[in-house]
């Protein structure tokens, strides 16, 4: 308190001065329109740049929360569709389309990742949906930008995904220009590559061609992205194997979609009725 007195004492005339400046700005504002004008629009332009600031920093902070709501809309896209390419191929076939069971073959769900390993000879990846969501074995893992793995394990809460970064890892793959295929795997050296092998001889490439996911199995819907060739061989031959750098950067993978087959069940009862 002392000390408050001692700086009002001491400073006593700037204070006057200073209070009598602001009377006089004051009128000047309130008796003359020009001034006041230009007072107005000082005032606007620095509330609007302070408004713009807080406005820009409430929306990075609220990145998560985008990213989720993003995610969940990203699946119901998706989900619709799957639906509509399930009507478009069904009436192809038939003009009766029964709009109450359309004839989708895959289902979407949106999941995060809570652990992952990528520096692994064979790594794995755990994920926040398990079975009370519908998440079993064998099912697809991707995100945006393209295949991640596939799950091995699952719990009611939990699954673990097989990642494509494994060395047991064998998925179907194709080349995005034509129909000829092969099959990824991972050599376990650089986590941004993997190799297609089992390539036909007849197949042409060449370096920068897009890598997607082949559709002979029951996991993986056709046309999921996984990369893109980076080299191609002298001397082509049956057992060659192509690098392809992956668009995924596995060591930084957050919000991801597991695939649900819809159709898995009848069709590996029909593939395996002989057996």
């Known amino acids: 308190m002392q000390q408050l007195v001692y700086f009002l004492q001491r400073y006593k005339n700037f204070l006057f001065f200073l209070f009598l400046e602001i009377i006089a700005v004051a009128l000047i504002i309130n008796n003359h329109s020009f001034h006041r004008s230009k ?4 005032t606007n332009f620095i509330t609007g ?25 990203n699946k119901i896209l998706r989900n619709k569709l799957e639906k509509l390419y399930a009507l478009v191929d069904s009436t192809k076939i038939s003009f009766v389309v029964d709009s109450l069971h359309p004839n989708q073959q895959y289902k979407y769900i949106n999941g995060k990742i809570t652990n992952n390993s990528y520096n692994k000879a064979n790594n794995f990846i755990t994920i926040n949906q398990g079975v009370k969501n519908g998440v079993s074995t064998e099912m697809a893992v ?21 990642s494509i970064l494994n060395s047991k890892s ?4 194709s080349f995005k220009n034509n129909n000829h295929f092969g099959t990824l795997t991972w050599d376990g050296k650089d986590y ?3 190799q297609l092998t089992d390539i036909p001889r007849q197949a042409i490439f060449k370096v920068g061609d897009t890598i997607i996911t082949g559709g002979k199995s029951t996991i993986f819907p056709k046309g ?30 957050g919000h991801i979609y597991i695939i649900i087959n819809l159709n898995k069940k009848e069709i590996k ?7």
């Open 49 to 73: 740049g302070l408004y713009e600031k807080s406005s820009e920093i409430s929306e990075y902070l609220n990145l998560k929360d985008r990213n989720i709501t993003l995610t969940k809309e």
């Open 142 to 162: 991707i995100n945006s930008k393209g295949i991640i793995g596939i799950t091995d394990n699952a719990s009611n809460k939990y699954a673990r995904v097989q």
């Open 39 to 42: 007072f107005i629009s000082s």
């Open 224 to 253: 999921i992205p996984i990369g893109t060739i980076l080299e191609v061989p002298e001397n082509l031959s049956a057992s060659n194997t192509i690098n392809i750098k992956l668009f995924n950067d596995m060591s930084n993978l």
């Open 192 to 194: 941004n590559t993997v």
């Open 170 to 173: 064998r998925i179907n793959a």
């Open 269 to 275: 009862t029909v593939e395996n009725k002989n057996e």
